[in-house]
Structure formats: structure tokens, C-alpha cells
């Protein structure tokens, strides 16, 4: 059986049946992980701990205490800590660190939370900063279409695992669009929900005020599956917004307008003229414009909407992120956990030689970037200014809101590039991140869906961005999509995906 | 950027940085400023900074819990990942001469 190509309720169903038990999911799982290493998708793998989880949900599946996720493997991006699998960040400077506690997301989902078994922690860009995954310290995650291009960030490495068929979902984080842009890159679903949404406790910090977690799956439905699991109020992040849990799946199937004929008939689609502006790559374009065409035929109406600050989400976010990012990462010193240098001549030596030998290139300049904004007679021009455009960045989003139910656009401007293509110019890397930067600004929900296919057979994503709390209709929205489109449904060949790396 | 003032930048960042790659990172702290410096152009006269997204839709209530003590003294697995430990606590260098 084809178990990496079923959804998770076929999954779920076929354990529920007895056709196949949690240690043996895990074990066909586990087998193309070692499979399939050279894509570079994992960071730790530990199968004995997969093995013992699976064996505990196969205890609870026979004493009938099984839910719609129990048994089901998952692998979590690896900046969730977890006590029993490697939290590395892939930093060097958290090389071999093991967390006293598991994050909550991974607390929620794991064996006594929703009764998923963990597969191990996947790569990623250094901290969670980068749009390539080649900011990670441990060599970046091979896309799987192609293996010489790069599978987006920072995220990448959760994205090659569900497209390649290494985990059935995973966990991710979205900052400025690392949730997004790999699944756009690797032709999957990702879900960045409304921030404060997810508990980022144990969630390895980059941009405290625009770092949220999400589910990365292969459909909408999947993706709802897990949300409905990992959402919810906790009181040990301060952010955490106490809001009654909604059932992210409660629209799917139905109707926009219960007296409607066509599925979406009466949905108001906004279609942001910024986001088709020069710098848009033509297949990109012409593959985003014919699924907004399927969505009118499925009775949606597109309306011209503007957001005219797009551009600038760029150098506001670049201001922001290193911000948070400087001070963030401040707690590694080489004392209480990680790498510590090995020869230095006093305390601040030992600081300043430990943070420059554990931290990465991009790291570095962010953290530098944020000092430099936060520093005195620096601080109003840059930081403050910065979230004075946010705030316009966030009320642009409300006025176009006022004419339309959702926005869609392009995720990325073009689709994957080949390893090595951008990693010498920072600011050519930034400039990748135009679509998907504002809605972290904002806060906003928003998500990535298949929708076509390069020349060059690699994947192209459509970008669904809702209001605050709209992510039960952009499921709905997504889902009725994934009901008449197969993109979602192709699987990369596995002759091209086996030629990664080291088989 | 001068070398003088990367320097200091590296020095308030906790940051080691050779010649090499002080020249290096000048330059390309260089093109990101100037990226960034485009915001410059825009008026932000009466505008409120967002320092909190959803503030945009509702107004927040910091967010409390109770002053309870919800955690054990994990002291062996807090210190599992510590790089010099002794008789349970973390070794640093010498701090007073």
C-alpha cells in the first residue's frame, strides 16, 4: 500500500479498520526517510522513539481511546524543541542541545495530546531566517521535483518531507512567509494562521511579534485537520489570544451561500494589482490567473482591490524581524546551553567569540541590522517609523476587506531557483519575500495551494490571505478548489527525487 | 559604514568579526540600509506605531495567570545542554580579576 499518498482521514480510517497499525505507518515512514536522505529533509531521526510512541497509540487505538489523529506520524520543523529528539534550529551554536520540555504545538500533537507518533525534526534556514533553506548550518533541503534547486525556506525542510512522501504532514513557522514559500516551492498546503493563534511556547524565537506556527500538509482539509488540534489559548505565551477554539472543518463541503447554486457563488475575491506588478515571473502569473478563472467558474466574482504598501513590506519587515531578531537571540552566550568557544581570554571573549563561531553569515548580519535599528538616534527613524507603516500596512488590509471576502494572488514571484543562484546577495534573496511579508505585518491568515506547474516542472503556488479568524472559509474556499484541480495531487518522480545527494 | 563603526555595531551585538569580514559585512549592511531607507519617504505624521497586530481589530488585555509555581526544580535536565558545568552550576571565565 501507498500509505504517503493517502490523506490523513484515509489514514485515520484505515486504522480505525485495522488495516494497518501506528507501528507499522511509522515503520513504512521511517523506511523512505532513510530512503530518501539525500534530500536532506531531516535534521534528527530517532526511530526507536518513533517506534515507541506508535506503539503507545496502537495501545490506545485497542482500548478504543483513538482520535481523528491518533497513530498518525508527524514531523515537526526543528524549531520546536522537543525532550527527546535534537533541537538545533539548524544552528551550529545549538549543535546536540536536548530541551528540558517539548514545545506546546509538539506537547498538542504528540502521543498524549492528539496521539500523533513524532518521525524526527526537519531542516530548516539557520533561526528560521532565510527563503532558500541554504541558511542551514546542516547543508539545505534538496527540493524534490528537481534536487538541484532549493526547496524555499525557512521551512524547506518540512515541505520536501510531505512532498516527497517522508511524513503524511508537518509542522512549520511563518515569520515573514517560511510557511508559504516552501509549500509553494514544493507544490503543497500551508497554513499560516492569525497570529496569536498558535502557542509559540517552546517555539524557538526569531520575530516574537510575526512568528506563528502552522500545519503543512498535502490538501486544505488535512492542514484543517491539524489546526483544529494545535490552536487554543496558553497561558505560558503572553501573546496566545484567549478565543473560544473553532472547528476549522465545520465549512468544509458546504456552500458559500446556503441558497447558491454553484459551490463559491457569492464569494468576493480581491485581486491585489501590486501583487501582478513588474517582477512577476509570466508562468507564475498566467498559472495564478487561471485558477482565479476555476474559482469563478466554481461562482466566485473577482474585484481589482489595491495595497498600495506592498513594496515597502519589504524594508519594514527587514527593519522588524533583525529587531526582534537581535535581541532574540541575545540568550545565546555560551553558558547556560549550546556551543561554547574553545579558546578565549575573558568572559566577553568568551561571548564574542562563542556567538561568532556558533551563529551563521545571514545570523550575523540580522543581528547586526537589528542592533544597529534599535541603537540610540537610530531608533525613531528606523524602529518606530517601521511599525508606524506596519500599523498603515494592517489598515490597507481592513479597507480592501471592506469590498472583498478574501485576497489571492502569487506566493512568490517566481518559482524555485537552483541552489547556489542567490546565496551571494542578501538583498536579491529579501526581494523573493514581496507577496508574503505583509500579511505577517499584519497578523492576517494566510495560505499556500497548488495551482500549476513550470516548463520546468516545478510546482506554483496560489496565495489565499483572509481577514482575522477567517481560516474555517479559507479552508472551505481551498478546499472546494482542491475538489475540481489535481495539483495538490501530483507527486514528484521518485527517480528524480532519489538522485539527491548521497544513495 | 566605516571600519570604526561596524566595529562598535559588532562590539554592542556581542560579535567577533575579523578585518576580512568586517570589510565584507560593511558592504552588505550597506545595500540593506539602503533598502530599508525607503521608508524615509513615507509621511507617518499621527500615526499610531502597531506593536501588536490584532491590536489593529481589537483592543488587547495583557494576559495574566495566576502567580502560581507551575514548573518543578528541573535543575539535572535544565542543565543537560550547559557547555561547563560543576558540582550543579553553570562554569563561567573568571569575571573579577
Same mark, same amino acid.
Given at each position: 500500500m501507498n500509505w504517503h499518498e493517502k490523506s490523513l482521514s484515509e489514514l485515520s480510517q484505515a486504522i480505525f479498520a485495522k488495516e494497518v497499525s501506528s507501528v507499522e505507518l511509522t515503520q513504512y515512514f521511517l523506511k523512505r526517510i532513510s530512503q530518501y536522505k539525500g534530500l536532506n529533509a531531516y535534521l534528527d531521526v530517532q526511530e526507536e522513539l518513533s517506534l515507541r510512541d506508535a506503539n503507545f497509540a496502537d495501545e490506545l487505538i485497542a482500548k478504543g481511546q483513538a482520535g481523528p489523529l491518533t497513530g498518525i506520524p508527524v514531523a515537526h520543523k526543528d524549531v520546536f524543541v522537543t525532550k527527546d529528539w535534537k533541537s538545533t534550529a539548524a544552528s551550529k551554536i545549538l549543535e546536540n542541545y536536548l530541551s528540558p520540555f517539548d514545545a506546546r504545538v509538539v506537547e498538542r500533537l504528540g502521543i498524549r495530546g492528539a496521539g500523533m507518533v513524532c518521525l524526527g525534526k526537519t531542516n530548516m534556514d539557520e533561526f528560521a531566517m532565510g527563503s532558500s533553506n541554504e541558511n542551514s548550518a546542516y547543508g539545505p533541503a534538496l527540493n524534490p521535483w528537481n534536487t538541484q534547486y532549493v526547496s524555499g525556506g525557512s521551512s524547506g525542510g518540512s515541505a520536501v518531507a510531505v512532498a516527497a512522501g517522508l511524513a503524511p504532514i508537518a509542522t512549520g513557522t511563518d515569520t515573514g512567509g517560511s510557511i508559504r514559500q516552501p509549500a509553494a516551492f514544493c507544490g503543497i498546503t500551508g497554513i499560516k494562521p492569525t497570529y496569536g493563534s498558535i502557542s509559540r511556547y517552546g517555539m524557538i524565537a526569531y520575530a516574537s511579534s510575526l512568528d506563528q506556527a502552522g500545519p503543512m500538509g498535502k490538501s486544505a482539509a488535512d492542514c484543517g485537520l491539524m489546526l483544529n488540534a494545535i490552536c487554543g489559548h496558553d !497561558?505560558?505565551?503572553?501573546?496566545?489570544l484567549r478565543r473560544e477554539p473553532d472547528n476549522y472543518l465545520r465549512l468544509l463541503g458546504k456552500n458559500w451561500s446556503e441558497t447558491a447554486q454553484l459551490p463559491l457563488q457569492g464569494l468576493r475575491i480581491g485581486v491585489p494589482e501590486e501583487y501582478f506588478a513588474?517582477?512577476? !515571473?509570466e508562468e507564475v502569473g498566467q498559472a495564478v490567473r487561471a485558477a482565479l478563472k476555476q474559482f469563478e467558474d466554481l461562482g466566485a466574482t473577482c474585484i481589482p482591490v489595491s495595497l498600495p504598501k506592498t513594496k515597502l513590506s519589504i524594508p519594514v519587515y527587514y527593519v522588524l524581524a533583525p529587531a526582534e531578531a537581535s535581541s532574540n537571540l541575545s540568550r545565546y552566550d555560551g553558558v547556560r546551553f549550546g556551543y561554547r568557544a574553545k579558546e578565549y581570554k575573558d568572559l566577553t571573549q568568551m561571548y564574542e567569540r562563542t556567538r561568532s563561531e556558533g551563529f551563521g553569515a545571514e545570523v550575523k548580519r540580522r543581528i547586526l541590522i537589528g542592533t544597529y535599528v534599535l541603537s540610540q538616534g537610530y531608533y525613531d527613524a528606523y524602529y518606530l517609523q517601521a511599525q508606524k507603516i506596519r500599523r498603515i500596512i494592517a489598515q490597507d488590509f481592513q479597507t480592501a476587506f471592506t469590498i472583498c471576502d478574501v485576497l489571492m494572488g502569487p506566493v512568490a514571484p517566481q518559482v524555485a531557483w537552483k541552489v547556489g543562484e542567490k546565496s551571494k546577495d542578501p538583498v536579491e534573496m529579501y526581494l523573493e519575500d514581496i507577496y508574503t511579508l505583509s500579511p505577517n505585518l499584519a497578523g492576517l491568515p494566510a495560505m499556500s495551494i497548488p495551482c500549476g506547474m513550470s516548463t520546468e516542472g516545478l510546482p506554483i503556488g496560489l496565495q489565499i490571505i483572509g481577514n482575522y479568524f477567517a481560516e474555517a472559509q479559507m479552508i472551505q474556499i481551498a478546499d472546494h478548489y482542491q475538489h475540481v484541480s489535481s495539483w495538490h495531487q501530483l507527486a514528484p518522480s521518485s527517480s528524480v527525487t532519489s538522485s539527491g545527494g548521497s544513495l | 559604514m566605516n571600519i570604526e563603526e561596524i566595529n562598535h555595531l559588532a562590539k554592542l551585538s556581542g560579535l567577533e568579526l575579523n578585518p576580512e569580514q568586517t570589510k565584507q559585512i560593511s558592504k552588505e549592511l550597506e545595500n540593506i540600509l539602503s533598502l530599508v531607507d525607503e521608508l524615509q519617504s513615507v509621511d507617518t505624521s499621527g500615526v499610531e506605531p502597531l506593536f501588536h497586530p490584532i491590536a489593529v481589530i481589537e483592543a488587547l488585555q495583557q494576559a495574566l495567570r495566576p502567580d502560581?509555581?507551575?514548573?518543578?526544580?528541573n535543575r539535572m535536565s535544565n542543565m543537560l545542554s550547559a557547555p561547563a558545568v560543576h558540582e550543579g552550576l553553570f562554569l563561567v571565565p573568571k569575571v573579577i580579576e
Open positions: !497561558q505560558r505565551d503572553s501573546t496566545s513588474q517582477g512577476l !515571473q | 502560581e509555581a507551575t514548573e518543578g526544580n
